[in-house]
């Protein structure tokens, strides 16, 4: 099975700052790679599919790069609405996996 | 509009068996590369993938725990069942419903249900 390495596990920000939080598949996932933001209470809303995609609505600063093992979710001009949670999904193949999450707060 | 929302008891007893049920409406699972799964997460825990099932009737489960799942289509066509056998406190989750329509934009779970919170325990 693949295993899906999210990191940082958490990482605190101030408004405007460019955060960068990355996802490592243990093998080639191809672009099956998504990225969700969650906020509390609430469900995982997609951000980015097929790695770099970004999903209707989404603010372009959001963005998504990467290939094969190594990828990534940057935030540019970090906005108050986009402290929350985020997961990358691995769905190349099955079983389907998430990363661990990591959590954007406020410094 | 596309929705999903689950369904089913809010407390269940440690060996009982939970049966989950997703009713969505804006889309068909006959449609080819549509395809309904569920997510779950314990409190302040990380999302987990419990499996899916296929417009084609095909299905796939986490295999932790591919012995005590099975996903399958409601008798009504806009619903999938969710049934988890001999549960334990530690399958204390919110569980989720979502969609994927591969053949239309990605191999990922574009819309979700709101989560409905199981509490196992006697």
């Known amino acids: 099975d693949i295993q899906m390495t999210q990191s940082p596990s958490s990482l605190s920000a101030s408004v405007g700052d460019t955060v960068i939080i990355t996802c490592r598949a243990s093998?080639?996932?191809?672009?099956?790679l998504a990225w969700y933001q969650q906020k509390p209470g609430k469900p995982p809303m997609r951000l980015i599919f097929?790695?770099?995609d970004l999903d209707s609505g989404v603010p372009s600063r959001f963005s998504g790069s990467g290939t094969g093992t190594e990828f990534a979710l940057s935030i540019s001009s970090l906005q108050p609405e986009d402290f929350a949670t985020y997961y990358c999904?691995?769905?190349?193949?099955?079983?389907?996996?998430f990363g661990q999450g990591t959590r954007v707060d406020v410094k | 509009q596309i929705t999903l929302k689950e369904s089913g008891p809010t407390l269940v007893k440690p060996t009982q068996t939970l049966t989950l049920t997703c009713t969505f409406s804006?889309?068909?699972?006959?449609?080819?590369?549509?395809?309904v799964g569920w997510i779950r997460q314990p409190p302040g825990k990380a999302l987990e993938w419990l499996g899916h099932?296929?417009?084609?009737?095909?299905?796939r489960y986490s295999p932790s725990l591919k012995s005590r799942l099975t996903i399958t289509k409601g008798t009504s066509k806009n619903q999938v069942l969710l049934t988890m056998t001999s549960v334990v406190p530690a399958d204390t989750a919110t569980y989720y419903c979502?969609?994927?329509?591969?053949?239309?934009?990605?191999?990922?779970?574009?819309?979700w249900g709101q989560g409905t919170l199981v509490t196992v325990s006697s």
């Open positions: 999904l691995q769905h190349n193949y099955p079983p389907w996996v």
């Open positions: 979502a969609r994927f329509d591969g053949y239309t934009t990605s191999w990922s779970f574009d819309l």
């Open positions: 804006g889309f068909s699972l006959t449609s080819a590369g549509v395809g």
């Open positions: 097929a790695v770099s």
């Open positions: 099932i296929f417009w084609n009737d095909n299905e």
């Open positions: 093998q080639d996932i191809s672009n099956g």
